[in-house]
């Protein structure tokens, strides 16, 4: 896949979507053109926290549902980020599409998933990847491969054929974004960036230097 040069990039920057006033509709619209470009994972996104120090802390999730309600990511919630985001409800989200040549960042609040809507999502995973939630025993310190893959399994033993309930400590975060901000790659870093934050019922769009 050619990625896109000076000459592209031009190209891309129509400037159209800076007259858009729904966000989360332009956000879908992107995300569904990344689909068919990006190679692996157009869903993910870095996800930013902070620590109980205060340090900033960033790692890659996967975004697995949004509406005007927010983005929705799920986790461990034992894990580091799972305590940081309890202790800490703030967060922000990048998007990078390199084949678009296109970021979006997200930021704002974060609050727990409803319970059912956890469970929803967490029966519509691989088998695998339901047992391997309850095996991981995620960000602590493992001694060796060999006692992951003993502990998948232990797990795969325990359920059998039968079913494999959403563990207590993995839910899901949605993110309430107070800030939208979408990015297109511009010729001689002339590029197109339009902020996006909530007013009343709407947005405020605000076109922003690059």
């Not at 007259?19 to 870095?46: T, Y």
């Not at 727990?112 to 691989?126: C, I, K, N």
């Not at 025993?137 to 079913?163: D, H, I």
Request: proline content about 8%; hydrophobic content about 40%; overall charge neutral.
């Amino acid at each position: 896949m050619k990625l896109p040069g000076k000459d592209a990039s031009a190209e891309l920057t129509s400037g159209d979507f800076t007259e858009r006033g729904d966000p989360v509709a332009l956000f879908g619209e992107w995300l569904n053109e990344a689909e068919a470009s990006e190679p692996v994972d157009a869903n993910a996104v870095a996800l930013a926290t902070v620590d109980a120090d205060g340090m900033p802390d960033v790692r890659m999730v996967l975004l697995k549902g949004f509406d005007e309600a927010g983005f929705v990511f799920y986790t461990n919630l034992e894990s580091r980020k799972g305590e940081q985001l309890a202790a800490h409800p703030k967060a922000a989200l990048c998007f990078h599409w390199k084949s678009l040549a296109r970021q979006v960042r997200i930021r704002g609040p974060v609050s727990p998933v409803p319970g059912e809507e956890a469970d929803a999502y967490f029966a519509s995973r691989p088998r695998l990847s339901r047992i391997g939630a309850w095996a991981s025993r995620q960000s602590r310190p493992l001694e060796s491969r060999f006692a992951l893959e003993k502990a998948v399994a232990a797990e795969t033993a325990r359920f059998g054929a039968g079913s494999i309930p959403r563990p207590p400590y993995w839910s899901g975060f949605r993110l309430s974004p107070v800030q939208i901000e979408f990015w297109n790659n511009g010729a001689f870093r002339l590029h197109d960036r339009v902020r996006f934050t909530p007013q009343g019922d709407g947005w405020l769009r605000q076109r922003l230097y690059p």
